[in-house]
């Protein structure tokens, strides 16, 4: 998080008017950072568990499945900003001393962030039961400690719905 928001910073003050492609990142590098602040905040507060307090309902948002769907898209979106980065501290090599830092540090940062969305990405993959199954939409992340959230039988009806009424569900 603490990384991606490094790059966001980096962008927006550094690459603006000196390196234009690297501009057109600043979009989905901002959406990126934006959706790790909220997962971070939602798993300190314990938000991805069971959310109501009725006896036969549950609400959850499946922060594993989209955790992982911006694990996959982060080291395309990244690697791409490296790319850039690197495009432009050689097209730009002749300004000072300060811009190379700021070149460097945007690769760096952006590799950093390329990297760990990966691995977030590959770890939450490993940790599926059965890879026909794909059981990542239950998946409730704790920590280093992942349980599943599979309340009745009848789950299978409406895999993805964020709020299900089991007893009206079930027959």
Request: with cysteine; hydrophobic share 45%.
């Amino acid at each position: 998080m603490i990384l991606s928001i490094i790059c966001v910073l980096v962008n927006i003050l550094a690459y603006d008017y000196r390196c234009q492609n690297i501009f057109l990142s600043n979009i989905p590098n901002i959406l990126f950072t934006f959706w790790s602040i909220i997962s971070f905040v939602s798993h300190f507060f314990d938000l991805q568990k069971n959310l109501t307090t009725k006896p036969n309902k549950y609400f959850y948002i499946p922060f594993a499945l989209i955790d992982f769907s911006f694990g996959l898209f982060g080291p395309i979106l990244y690697g791409i900003i490296c790319i850039f980065s690197v495009d432009c501290f050689f097209r730009k090599y002749y300004y000072n001393v300060f811009t190379s830092f700021q070149f460097i540090l945007q690769f760096t940062s952006s590799l950093g962030v390329s990297c760990l969305y990966a691995l977030y990405c590959l770890l939450i993959f490993v940790q599926t039961q059965n890879i026909k199954d794909l059981p990542i939409k239950e998946m409730i992340i704790e920590g280093e400690k992942i349980t599943y959230m599979t309340p009745t039988k009848c789950e299978e009806k409406e895999p993805l719905s964020v709020a299900i009424d089991i007893m009206e569900n079930c027959d």
